[in-house]
């Protein structure tokens, strides 16, 4: 059973619900993003065989304090011939859309800052703004590797947004709204198991946008130096680490959210499930960062167009017949189908996919 929803204007009135959620919403992220470095950082030290960080605070909990209290206490660098006022504001443009996708994603029923009607396409929107506050960085640094790096920020997300978007339209049709709280009334089964090609799509095109291995090619420290941060330092370079989790955090949440029915779950409470699954997610980008080598920049382009892009196409018509099949409810059979449907397509469309002088397949 659904639990009780919270009030829509909990505590009470506008500018106390205005008030509570802004400063509940930024606790939270900065929370998380601790828990994602240290969950990161252990979880990679296990997978390479070693212990990770374990000397700070109890089992190395601390450990993103330490680093945190160290990059704030570095000088602040800015290059001479750098535009010092784009320089400066791109670290805020780049973090300001992670607080306001957050700002629509209940973590309990009804506890949300905002439920708007047109909710996922909002966070399709101001997911995006992000690109400008990296292009902003690459720019105004003048540096050619930090410009290179933007430029390849650009690219991908002008290229992942596509099959992104057509993944969602299949959620969309499914849940019958774009209202974040109805997508996540309409999960009695949630939506990975009804889309799990949807969901595989979704994941690879956010971690191409958002810079998670195997597509950090964004900052490609063996090309780049460190790409688009290269001139930053200081309380500058710690904004977009910041920025670097917190986009994984959104993202996580995003895909908790569309795919994995959000805070609905049994016995715990809602917003435990709804953290929970979050951190399962991101632990999922730990697993790929750990096992797959980084593509090169025509893999992450042909990736998008020839690899993703036809089998968004795909899924959208199967989901749409299905949805015209079965218009009152989809049968639960259907599960087995869409993995059937999801395996079959990866295979064959693996035969096709040649990059370079080779070819990749399953």
Not at 264 to 283: C, D, N, S
């Amino acid at each position: 059973m659904p639990a009780a929803a919270v009030a829509a204007d909990w505590p009470g009135g506008y500018w106390w619900h205005w008030l509570f959620y802004s400063v509940a919403i930024i606790g939270f992220l900065l929370t998380m993003v601790m828990g994602a470095i240290y969950l990161e950082r252990r979880g990679m030290g296990r997978m390479q065989s070693r212990l990770g960080p374990n000397r700070t605070g109890p089992f190395g909990l601390l450990q993103p304090v330490a680093d945190a209290v160290k990059v704030l206490l570095k000088e602040n660098i800015v290059p001479t011939a750098a535009d010092k006022i784009v320089h400066f504001v791109a670290p805020i443009v780049a973090f300001a859309p992670v607080l306001m996708i957050l700002a629509v994603l209940p973590i309990m029923n009804g506890a949300v800052l905002a439920d708007l009607n047109i909710g996922i396409l909002y966070i399709v929107a101001v997911s995006s703004i992000g690109t400008v506050g990296v292009f902003m960085a690459g720019w105004g640094s003048g540096n050619k590797y930090s410009l290179l790096g933007a430029m390849r920020n650009v690219a991908a997300v002008v290229s992942y947004e596509i099959p992104m978007v057509l993944a969602i339209v299949g959620v969309v049709l499914f849940a019958g709204s774009l209202t974040i709280s109805d997508i996540i009334a309409k999960q009695d089964i949630p939506f990975i198991l009804m889309q799990p090609l949807g969901f595989l799509l979704f994941f690879a095109a956010a971690c191409a946008e958002i810079n998670r291995s195997p597509f950090d090619l964004f900052e490609a420290d063996q090309e780049l130096v460190a790409g688009y941060m290269t001139e930053y330092s200081g309380m500058k370079f710690a904004m977009f680490y910041l920025v670097e989790y917190a986009e994984a955090i959104a993202m996580s949440a995003v895909i908790t959210t569309i795919f994995l029915s959000g805070w609905r779950g049994p016995w715990l409470p809602p917003w435990l499930w709804f953290i929970l699954k979050t951190f399962a997610v991101f632990f999922l980008m730990i697993w790929t960062r750990t096992t797959l080598p980084r593509v090169r920049i025509d893999q992450l382009m042909a990736f998008a167009w020839k690899f993703l892009f036809p089998l968004a196409i795909i899924n959208l018509f199967v989901t749409a017949i299905q949805v015209l099949a079965w218009p009152d409810a989809l049968p639960w059979f259907l599960i087995f189908i869409n993995f059937a449907v999801m395996g079959v397509l990866v295979l064959i469309w693996s035969k096709f996919f040649r990059l370079g002088w080779g070819r990749v397949q399953v």
